[in-house]
């Protein structure tokens, strides 16, 4: 059990291949999206679960979930119908994730993939994506998605900055005790 987590944070990593290969929305390209995302789903609590969180896993677990986006942005941008300023949006919410990465080294001295359960909701609705663009025009979606990601990724920056220590498992600063948020 101890290598379950890790092992399925490195499958989801190797979902990035056929991702890369297959059109987008096609059959082995879809079974691959939602293989990553059922293991991001699961390494986590499988983790927790057994006892074997580790900061290692923890920061597997977060560099294949940014690899993961970053692939399907990569491939679904440019065969989704969507507005320009929504292309615009994307790239603020990119540069927005990016500065929490950068925050969070200059403060601590190491790269800081967080798992709040804002963020952990965001990944969960970026998954049903495709899901709903097959019925549904693409902005909307995107909207409700971008906006969650603002919020997310604003208090990863808050988090990042503030924190005296890391805690990649923050569940966030809606869902800290009250002691918490006192210090």
């Not at 200059?106 to 097959?134: A, D, N, S, V």
């Amino acid at each position: 059990m101890k290598y379950i987590p890790n092992a399925l944070s490195i499958f989801r990593l190797f979902m990035i291949i056929p991702l890369l290969l297959f059109a987008p929305f096609s059959v082995p390209f879809m079974v691959a999206y939602v293989l990553a995302c059922l293991s991001d789903m699961l390494d986590g609590p499988i983790a927790r679960k057994f006892n074997v969180t580790s900061q290692f896993g923890a920061a597997l677990d977060g560099g294949a979930d940014v690899l993961l986006v970053i692939v399907v942005l990569f491939r679904l941008i440019p065969v989704i119908e969507i507005s320009r300023w929504i292309v615009v949006w994307i790239v603020i919410a990119v540069v927005m994730k990016l500065s929490a990465s950068v925050v969070g080294y200059m403060r601590h001295k190491e790269i800081i993939f967080l798992h709040t359960y804002l963020g952990k909701t965001f990944i969960f609705l970026l998954c049903l994506f495709p899901i709903f663009y097959t019925f549904m025009a693409a902005d909307p979606i995107l909207i409700v998605l971008l906006s969650f990601a603002m919020i997310v990724f604003a208090e990863d920056i808050y988090i990042n900055a503030t924190s005296k220590e890391v805690d990649l498992n923050d569940k966030g600063i809606l869902f800290r005790d009250k002691k918490e948020k006192v210090d």
